[in-house]
DNA sequence: AAGTATCATCGTAATATTGCGATATACTTG
DNA sequence: CAAGTATATCGCAATATTACGATGATACTT
């Protein structure tokens, strides 16, 4: 009833499910583009180049640090965020494998 | 208000968000690795091996159809799924493009 | 100390997702 | 054609997500 059956799935099953869901979002990306190509930037940069609420932004920047995708260390009044390059990597990694492990197929079709 | 306000965001993405949501669930991934060890299948084999009901087998097999990852084709009184590889390969792409992007920094952090 | 800027959290409303039983549809077989 | 098999769809209940205003917390400035 509306919750997702966790326990009958492998834990890299949930793992990978996760990590997607954390970045399945299109605000989500437009946060990690915009870090890639700043460097970093901090919240208030986000709202102006989103235009979606202060309160909004923080929630997404909030879901993105929980996946650890992403690092954000106090400067004075702001917050400065970057993407954390171990994880980056590692969500890479494990995409790689995924997508990888498909050696295409006569299928059925 | 609980509405995803995709008109603030590019096409790109909006179409990456859409196509990783699809994939971003245990029971799909589990799906998508099922089809890919075993080729191809038809739904009742998923049910037995996932554990989740056919009427909820049935609603991912749909959603990942609709984001043109896998095909069915009708055989006789089942449909056989598979895993649809121009659609594969593209998604194998568009997140390459997407993680080679980023291409390390020192950030702020 | 008071004021300002920046960000996080709370509470809420709207909407979306998840899972399932019940039922409908489509094909096959006797 | 009737009965059986396989899948899709409907309708519902439970839960999760999205967005935002209001408010709280923190740190810098004067």
Chains 1, 2 share one sequence.
């Not at 970045?23 to 946060?31: D, E, G």
């Not at 190509?37 to 202060?54: F, H, N, Y």
């Not at 954390?84 to 494990?94: D, G, L």
Request: contains cysteine.
């Amino acid at each position: 009833m509306g919750i997702t059956k966790s326990e009958i799935f492998t834990k890299e099953q949930n793992k990978l499910a996760t990590m997607l869901k954390a970045i399945a979002h299109p605000a989500r990306i437009a946060i990690l583009q915009h870090l890639i190509k700043a460097d970093a930037c901090i919240c208030g940069d986000l709202v102006e180049e989103l235009g979606l609420a202060q309160a909004t932004i923080s929630q997404h920047l909030k879901e993105l640090k929980n996946a650890g995708i992403i690092q954000g260390t106090v400067e004075g009044a702001s917050v400065c965020y970057c993407i954390n390059p171990k994880v980056w990597q590692q969500y890479k990694k494990e995409l790689d494998a995924l997508f990888g492990s498909y050696k295409g197929s006569t299928g059925c079709c």
